[in-house]
């Protein structure tokens, strides 16, 4: 195995995604237990977030026809569905072939929402079956990246 440095700079935890099957009664928890504050909402998969802080926590509905594909493969096997790692700005093509050089398959990369806004992620497995989305930060739609100047 080649060593290789990763082509981003670490920044926080993003969000994570908590699995429910009340998603009212999550809303409601979250806001009157922690205080948080509305986020995005995501009607047709059954999704809303909440701010954390600076970061999102997801209540995703597995009761609801969207959020099938966050289902447990056991009942009462999980209840997170993944952990989002915020990155800085990163090559696509540098982060394939880093991922690469240390054997981790890349499950997904979409253009996701996040706490910092719409951003690029990969979606890979760690040896033990958790769910890590690596996502870059916030890309606007002519193009700028969020961290870089205009």
Not at 59 to 75: F, N, R, Y
């Amino acid at each position: 195995m080649t060593e290789s440095r990763p082509p981003f700079s670490l920044v926080g935890i993003d969000h994570i995604v908590f699995i429910v099957d009340d998603l009212q009664k999550a809303t409601k928890w979250y806001a009157d237990v922690l205080g948080c504050q509305p986020g995005y909402s995501y009607p047709t998969l059954g999704m809303e977030q909440v701010w954390c802080g600076a970061a999102l926590i997801v209540l995703w509905d597995i009761t609801h026809p969207g959020g099938t594909s966050a289902v447990p493969p056991v009942k009462g096997g999980r209840n997170v569905d993944h952990v989002c790692i915020a990155l800085s700005p990163f090559d696509e093509h540098a982060m394939r072939a880093h991922l690469t050089s240390h054997n981790v398959s890349i499950e997904r990369e979409a253009l996701h929402g996040g706490a910092r806004g719409m951003g690029n992620s990969f979606y890979v497995l760690d040896p033990w079956g958790n769910k890590l989305e690596l996502k870059g930060p916030a890309v606007y739609p002519d193009g700028r990246d969020w961290g870089k100047d205009k």
